[in-house]
């Protein structure tokens, strides 16, 4: 129905009152700040300048560890008692369950034997011995639930929030919000396994909709950054003047075109790469590492896939103590096929596990320790996640345990969260969280929480929406908070 002029002219009239008076309720500090949006200021020729957190922080950085493929957490870190008595049996209600790949056979227990490990007795299974005897320093989250049982979209879920593609990561929040404590490096570093990249790939530490400079930045151990090697014909000393010509030439030109926010933030990431080109190689340079921390990571390793991985997990000490703000270290790849590189356990779980636990088990366990020994896991926030668990059952007519996004495990350890503990709780078969249930956008609320970011209030405007990394949702988790 058409409105009337009359009505037209009264609801315009209230509607512009409304906004007047909100206005000077602004202006006067009557208005609720609890949930208005907090953009940070972002200087176009120092994009990654440090900036201040929303309030006190516990955490200065970030290690984020992503197993792809999706760990079953009834064979690590998920102990059911419960499982091991009914072993053989049917899983009560579900003896027509069809999950992702298809029917679902007898209920299964862990492949490896659970024992109680430190002085918490925290139970963890055989498979990963040496992240077992870290159990004490460790906060597990055993009621996460996701809302995809496929690699692509959970991956997308896990690390941007949202099971579609084109949202940033968390990484690339992070970056957004709070900037770089160094000057040379990237604020946000991606360190795919030595076997390739996960499913989704650049998803995981892109950007989307925020600036192309707070996307994470993607090398390994064993592949640095391409193109930072100067060509032999080239001398140091030209090098470095015509760098400086460069500089005095850009600066010159953007002197009289200081309102172009564009120019500034390209001089800057042109500048940002010329540093990278000699601080990259250096961190990237494991040679100077005591050969004693090579041995405990098992970088000599005869196995090129475990030697390869403990390298990377090496390089992520190295750039977290040199104040790279967010590390994101993924263990497991997509190249090889289902199963093959990486944690998706269909058919032969058994098998495919023992080969992938012997490349994550040791090279981890030593980071961890190493970060201790140093002191950054006083004011680092370590993450361990996978995309979803699996099913306490076996596949019909299968060796291995299909997905199952309705309940699984991560975990926690360092600055900001209790140690030897654990939070919530699947149900006596770990088949689906029942006890504090948490989400993804819980998760992702309580990192930004620990490092001093409101996660209502941290946004990006975008095609007219206030964007989150927990879109609409999420809760800290205060039950994980030391």
Not at 158 to 183: C, H, I, K, Q
Not at 195 to 221: D, I, K, M
Not at 307 to 323: I, K, M, Q
Request: glycine fraction near 10%; proline fraction near 6%; hydrophobic fraction near 40%.
């Amino acid at each position: 129905m058409l409105t009337s002029r009359r009505d037209f002219l009264a609801y315009a009239s209230t509607g512009l009152g409304g906004i007047a008076l909100t206005a000077l309720l602004a202006e006067q500090g009557l208005l609720a700040n609890d949930k208005i949006p907090l953009r940070p200021d972002i200087r176009p020729d120092s994009p990654l300048i440090a900036r201040k957190p929303h309030f006190a922080p516990k955490a200065k950085r970030v290690l984020a560890v992503f197993c792809s493929g999706a760990v079953s957490h009834v064979d690590t870190f998920d102990h059911k008692p419960e499982l091991v008595k009914r072993d053989g049996q049917p899983l009560p209600g579900g003896e027509k369950l069809v999950t992702f790949q298809g029917a679902q056979g007898n209920l299964v227990k862990p492949l490896w034997a659970f024992k109680p490990r430190g002085q918490s007795g925290k139970m963890v299974s055989d498979l990963l011995p040496n992240l077992a005897t870290l159990a004490d320093e460790m906060c597990f989250v055993h009621s996460m639930t996701a809302k995809s049982n496929t690699h692509g979209p959970g991956e997308n879920q896990m690390s941007t929030g949202f099971t579609l593609d084109g949202f940033p990561s968390t990484g690339a929040w992070v970056s957004y919000a709070l900037g770089s404590e160094n000057r040379d490096l990237p604020a946000f570093v991606a360190i795919p396994d030595p076997r390739g990249v996960p499913q989704v790939g650049p998803n995981n530490w892109g950007s989307a909709f925020l600036p192309g400079v707070f996307q994470g930045t993607p090398f390994t151990a064993d592949k640095p950054l391409a193109n930072l090697n100067r060509p032999a014909s080239i001398s140091e000393k030209t090098d470095a003047d015509t760098r400086d010509f460069l500089k005095f030439l850009n600066d010159d030109h953007a002197k009289t075109r200081a309102s172009d926010s564009q120019l500034s933030a390209r001089i800057a990431s042109y500048e940002m790469a010329a540093k990278m080109q000699l601080r990259a190689a250096e961190v990237a340079d494991l040679s100077k590492e005591p050969r004693a921390i090579h041995d405990a990571y098992g970088t000599g390793d005869k196995d090129k896939w475990k030697s390869g991985f403990a390298r990377n997990c090496l390089l992520a000490r190295r750039l977290l103590e040199r104040d790279v703000r967010f590390v994101q270290l993924f263990n497991g790849s997509y190249a090889m096929g289902e199963g093959v590189g990486n944690w998706d356990g269909h058919k032969t779980l058994k098998s495919q596990y023992e080969t992938h636990a012997a490349i994550l088990d040791r090279p981890l366990a030593a980071l961890l320790t190493d970060l201790k020994r140093t002191g950054l896991l006083k004011d680092t926030l370590v993450v361990w996640v996978t995309e979803f668990g699996r099913m306490p059952t076996f596949q019909k007519g299968a060796s291995g345990r299909d997905h199952n996004p309705k309940g699984f495990t991560v975990w926690l350890a360092g600055a900001g969260v209790k140690r030897a503990h654990s939070y919530g709780a699947t149900d006596e078969f770990g088949y689906q969280a029942a006890e504090k249930i948490a989400t993804i956008y819980d998760l992702h609320a309580t990192i930004l929480h620990i490092l001093g970011l409101n996660h209502e209030r941290l946004s990006f405007y975008h095609n007219g929406i206030e964007r989150r990394l927990t879109d609409v949702h999420g809760e800290v988790l205060e039950g994980v908070l030391a």
